[in-house]
């Protein structure tokens, strides 16, 4: 297998729970080939395999964006008690934007890239002493955030038409109701995806005014520009479908999941859907989760999907072609809020979130969810991303 040289032109590259300050996010690299300011890529390929490096490259710089988003949400703890516990907003920005941060990562789906961020790659052109030798692929700023702004607008103007529609609906048909508001929630995952986008490309970004943004768009009415906030739709969904009563069961949770995201995706074409895990706050499985994965199943196969299900052993693996991803991630309460586990489909060839639901745990359900290594993985992590902050080499700047 040809191996390829990839020199990365973002600085600051670590891995996802690294500590962050804002003199460390990295700046926008001002190439010799551009007028303008770029993110950019240079790849080779050894044998002159240049569609292989144009590859690699496009691979590299999306995972380079998706890491500037994660550290973006995750940019500082503070130290109580010797124990690395980020504050309140941090852990709301965690929660939140848990769905739009698994939706950007070019390794959920086997190494391929989102395709929203796809449509904004170019390969430039390089000089004619490195044409026969590298690949460039590039990101122009301004252009790129002026796309997300105005994907942001378009799926605001989205939310509100569903939402007059399910506020009419509630007098004479709360069943109606439920399912419009319901068909908000991958849309609200798509805005703040869409948000945090436009920040991760940005050079130099006051982290205080980016984590208002983020925090308005998630949990607020992105500028007024919302006739509701994501956390008062959920509440609606919560009485409209559960009557106020918080899930206590793995069969109870799977069944309202599978509602929700049969709701969402209606009229799509079945086809083959990978349940990816529940994960504890993106770190380490939760208990149940084989007996919630496995019920699961048993209800999206009764909807008419299949369901990827990996083979025992290496020999019998076969190439299945993958409609929609699953994911899930269960969060404490913060503050006054209850406990409560997201499930998100994304749309393996477009990149859109085109599922989500979002469920209100009990309590003792809850505990019962946690892992019971979750502490340990969690600094095992932190420590592994201290480390690679002071060994991550110095990187090539063309």
Not at 214 to 238: C, F, I, K, W, Y
Not at 290 to 306: F, M, N
Request: net charge positive; no cysteine; proline share 4%.
């Amino acid at each position: 297998m040809r191996q390829f040289l990839v020199y990365l032109l973002i600085l600051g590259v670590v891995t996802l729970t690294a500590p962050l300050t804002q003199a460390e996010l990295p700046g926008v690299i001002t190439a010799d080939y551009a007028g303008t300011n770029f993110f950019s890529i240079k790849a080779q390929a050894e044998g002159g395999d240049l569609d292989a490096a144009l590859n690699t490259a496009k691979l590299e710089l999306a995972q380079n964006i998706f890491k500037n988003a994660s550290r973006l949400l995750n940019p500082e703890h503070k130290p109580q008690k010797n124990k690395w516990e980020p504050a309140e907003q941090h852990r709301i920005l965690e929660a939140e934007y848990s769905a739009a941060r698994y939706n950007l990562n070019p390794g959920r789906i086997g190494g391929s890239v989102n395709a929203h961020l796809m449509q904004h790659f170019q390969e430039a052109m390089p000089s004619s002493q490195t044409s026969n030798s590298y690949r460039f692929v590039n990101i122009e700023q301004q252009k790129f955030m002026k796309a997300y702004v105005e994907r942001e607008k378009a799926l605001q103007q989205q939310i509100n038409t569903l939402l007059a529609r399910a506020k009419q609906a509630e007098a004479m048909n709360q069943q109606q109701a439920l399912d419009t508001y319901l068909q908000t929630l991958p849309i609200y995952e798509q805005l703040k995806e869409a948000v945090l986008l436009q920040h991760a490309v940005q050079e130099n970004p006051d982290v205080a005014a980016v984590h208002a943004k983020l925090l308005d768009t998630a949990t607020g009415t992105n500028g007024g520009a919302l006739q509701m906030a994501l956390p008062e739709v959920s509440q609606r969904v919560h009485q409209l479908q559960n009557q106020g009563r918080l899930v206590n069961t793995v069969d109870t949770l799977a069944k309202r999941i599978a509602y929700q995201l049969s709701i969402q995706t209606k009229g799509m074409q079945k086809g083959t859907i990978k349940i990816d895990g529940f994960r504890f706050r993106g770190v380490s499985a939760i208990q149940h989760s084989s007996a919630l994965q496995q019920r699961l199943t048993q209800l999206l196969e009764q909807d008419g999907w299949s369901v990827f299900k990996p083979p025992p052993t290496r020999a019998l693996r076969r190439i299945e072609k993958v409609s929609l991803t699953i994911s899930g991630d269960v969060h404490e309460p913060i503050g006054k809020s209850e406990s409560v586990i997201r499930t998100t489909i994304s749309d393996s060839a477009s990149g859109d979130i085109v599922g989500n639901a979002r469920l209100m745990l009990d309590s003792n359900f809850a505990s019962t969810l946690k892992p019971a290594n979750h502490e340990t993985t969690q600094k095992r992590q932190r420590a592994h991303a201290k480390v690679t902050m002071k060994t991550v080499p110095q990187q090539e700047v063309i």
